[in-house]
């Protein structure tokens, strides 16, 4: 039964520390979508890599935040440097796009960051 | 930009009751997915539908998509305390780009 595994599932941190979270996507998957969910936002799209290329990153605070895929197994999503309100739970999501048609989404657990 | 909008925001029923969520936008999207997320755990895509007017049924879930394909509806009949969680539609604009709704809380009371 394949998953998105994402890791740590909880992180409590300091304001102005470095925040790394990661995720591995399901092996064959093509496309990685990072999310942030709070009780005020909902669910809000920070980056989206097709091919390990990023294809969309403007729902993300560039002075801060980044999103890489060093390879088709990994993704990381860092914070530096963090702040309060970063204070969420961060999802990781992959899938496959074939082209036509719409593709699913498959969720990892999702990290719980507290920046204190 | 939130362009999704659901309602309601927070439903709580006596088990055996009927219920439906909405979910409304201007805008168009090529289709909308639904997904249950419960606590502590990442979204479960539940359907997706693709054609304006479209109607898919799962079991006691059904899902209807609008003429226009800019909102869309979720009704449980019977609902069951295995229902809780939360309620998530996601429209697809071109490029695959998902847009999430606000989410309905569903409670089911036995």
């Known amino acids: 039964d394949a998953r998105v595994t994402q890791t740590p599932r909880h992180k409590v941190t300091e304001m102005g520390q470095e925040v790394t979270m990661r995720c591995q996507p399901i092996l064959g998957h093509n496309t990685v979508f990072w999310y942030r969910q709070t009780m005020m936002q909902g669910l809000e799209l920070l980056a989206y890599?097709?091919?390990?290329?990023?294809?969309?990153d403007s729902g993300m605070p560039k002075d801060r935040f980044s999103a890489e895929m060093p390879d088709a197994t990994l993704a990381t999503l860092k914070i530096q440097p963090s702040e309060p309100r970063d204070s969420a739970v961060y999802f990781c999501a992959s899938g496959l796009v074939r082209g036509v048609g719409t593709d699913t989404q498959y969720f990892g657990p999702g990290t719980r960051l507290t920046v204190l | 930009t939130q362009l999704l909008e659901q309602s309601p925001q927070f439903l709580s029923i006596q088990e055996g009751e009927n219920l439906t969520v909405y979910c409304n936008s201007s805008s168009v999207f090529s289709s909308l997915q639904w997904y249950r997320q419960e606590p502590g755990e990442g979204p479960v895509l539940l359907v997706t539908?693709?054609?304006?007017?479209e109607v898919k049924k799962l079991k006691r879930l059904t899902f209807q998509f609008g003429d226009a394909r800019k909102d869309s509806s979720l009704h449980i009949t019977a609902a069951q305390p295995g229902d809780t969680g939360l309620y998530l539609c996601a429209g697809v604009a071109t490029g695959n780009q998902f847009y999430f709704g606000t989410g309905t809380s569903l409670t089911v009371i036995p």
């Open positions: 539908v693709v054609t304006g007017g």
């Open positions: 890599f097709r091919n390990r290329a990023p294809l969309d």
